[in-house]
Each structure stands twice: as structure tokens, then as C-alpha cells.
């Protein structure tokens, strides 16, 4: 630990809100990682501000968080300064037909404040399984939906610390990605755009989606979610089942036998078990029809 980094950011956040040395699989929905040199909460946007100002000028890497579920981290762990924008930064109101969230709060509680509402347009979000800054980041969708078709506008910051509004359009939201992305911004809030509707009828959209996850996901695995991206014409879910790889395993890792879109963590699976299960999968596939799988799951850290 660098004690003059640490003796900074508990100048700008409280001491019990940086952790040091911190395990990333307390942190990620694949339960796997090595540790954070650093992991911070910050709770106010200024906060994020000083913290991501303080990295630059330190020049020490750093890493947004969410609730860590689209994402592997290595078995080697994190060399930086990871800041989790999650429950302390989670509040959401409405105003009229829109609804104004910070980054931290999770879909699916948004989805319970539009249902509450009568908003609908949600319905496909609320049982995805992450926050609303990493769902704004990557144009996160599901069953015919994405964030584009929804939000209004997302206030960001910039790497050189100014705070913008940035419209719909000119977040550029595109398959699994965003301008966010591209020039390292953090999403701070976003703003829906949503239309009045039967709370009857938004309530059974969400209970047949929530039924359709049940029932096809394998959701009492630790998993990052869909692991592949979506080829052009294919499906990464039938063409690892058509390659054969249902339950192929490496280690502590396995492609679901439940839905072959999904690699999941057994119970003892590390990171390298993961990446190799990955790896062999893509090729295997490629080998089999010509497409190469990309991985939909982020990577961070030393592996």
C-alpha cells in the first residue's frame, strides 16, 4: 500500500468508506479476483470527481465499479484505485413521465420505481442484473430492448474533470457500447424517458420476463451474465451448443447446461480457469463455423 495515496483519499472520502487490500470477489457476480490495491465509495458526485483527480495526477490506474457484473478481474488482482459507484450513490426520483436515476441504483429497483409509477418502457431492464452507469456504458438491453430506446440524456465526467449532459444522441449507444466508454467517462446519472401506462399490464410484462430468466438462465451459478457478445447473424448460445461444449468444463468453470450463452463459476473457479474456459470455447467455435466469439465480459487487472 502507498501510504501517501491512502492519507489523500481519506482526505476526500471517509476512512471507513477506503478499503485497502480489498478481495474483487466480494465485488463481482462471478465471485472470482484477486485484491484492489485500493477500492473507494464515494457518495457525492464531487467526491468521484476528486478521487478520479487525484488518480490522474498520481498517474494511478483506476477503475469504475458498479455492482461488478459484467466483469472478471484477475487472480493477481488490481494494481489502482477502484471506485465502486454503487449504493452510496442510488437515489432515484420521478418527474412526470421520466425518471432521474444516480449511477449506483440497480435496474432492478428502477424498475420497481417505474412500476410503482405507471411508467412503462422499463419492463426489459428491470431484471438485467446491474446498475444503471454500467448499463448506460455498455447500451445494455435484453429481450428486444436497449437503453437507447429509453434514455433521454446521462450526466457524465470527464477525464479532465468537467461535468456534461450529454443527449441520447450524442452518447452514440451502439451494440454493447457508448461514447463513455471510448473516452473514459463515469456516468454520474440518466435520465428516462418513459410513458404512461397500466400498472396491471407493466407488472405482468415484468413477472413473463422474470419467469423466461427463471427459467432459462442459470441464475443460481455465479456468473457475469451473457459471456459472448451477439455475432452478426448468430447466436453465441446456439453455437456453442452446436460446437458440443454444453457443460464443458475447466476447472471450476463451465458453460451452463442450462443456457450455453453462459459460463458459470461452480464454486471454486478462478479467473485463469474462466479465460481459459473462454478462450477454448472461441476457438473451438471458430474452428467449427467460421465465428469468432468476442467476450460481452470485461477484463481488469493482472491474471
Do not use: W
Request: charge should be negative.
Amino acid at each position: 500500500m502507498n501510504p501517501e495515496v491512502y492519507n489523500q483519499l481519506i482526505q476526500i472520502i471517509d476512512k471507513e468508506r477506503v478499503l485497502v487490500d480489498e478481495p474483487m470477489k466480494k465485488h463481482t457476480t462471478f465471485r472470482v479476483g484477486g485484491n484492489a490495491d485500493f477500492f473507494v465509495k464515494p457518495s457525492t458526485a464531487e467526491e468521484v470527481k476528486q478521487v478520479v483527480a487525484l488518480c490522474r495526477k498520481e498517474n494511478l490506474p483506476y477503475y469504475i465499479l458498479g455492482n461488478g457484473s459484467n466483469l472478471l478481474v484477475g487472480d493477481k488482482g488490481y494494481r489502482g484505485v477502484i471506485i465502486q459507484i454503487y449504493k452510496d450513490m442510488n437515489q432515484i426520483v420521478v418527474h412526470g413521465d421520466r425518471i432521474r436515476a444516480q449511477a449506483g441504483a440497480l435496474l432492478s429497483k428502477v424498475g420497481s420505481v417505474a412500476l410503482e409509477a405507471s411508467l412503462a418502457g422499463f419492463e426489459f431492464a428491470a431484471g438485467i442484473p446491474g446498475t444503471v452507469g454500467g448499463a448506460v456504458m455498455m447500451n445494455a438491453g435484453a429481450y428486444g430492448g436497449e437503453m437507447k430506446d429509453i434514455l433521454a440524456n446521462a450526466t457524465v465526467l470527464t477525464e479532465e474533470g468537467e461535468v456534461l449532459q450529454l443527449s441520447n444522441e450524442e452518447l452514440k449507444l451502439g451494440y454493447r457500447t457508448s461514447v463513455i466508454g471510448k473516452k473514459n467517462y463515469v456516468v454520474l446519472e440518466a435520465e428516462y424517458q418513459l410513458k404512461a401506462g397500466d400498472k396491471a399490464e407493466i407488472r405482468a410484462q415484468m413477472d413473463e420476463l422474470k419467469e423466461r430468466r427463471v427459467t432459462k438462465q442459470p441464475l443460481e451459478y455465479a456468473s457475469a451474465g451473457s459471456t459472448f457478445k451477439r455475432p452478426e447473424g448468430y447466436f453465441a448460445g446456439k453455437l456453442i451448443q452446436d460446437a458440443g461444449l454444453c457443460g464443458f468444463e475447466v476447472g471450476g468453470a463451465q458453460v451452463s447446461v442450462k443456457h450455453c450463452g453462459f459460463v458459470i463459476n461452480k464454486g471454486d473457479a478462478t479467473a485463469a480457469d474462466i479465460v481459459e474456459l473462454m478462450n477454448q470455447v472461441s476457438e473451438k467455435v471458430f474452428q467449427e463455423f467460421g465465428v469468432r466469439l468476442e467476450p460481452e465480459v470485461r477484463r481488469l487487472g493482472e491474471f
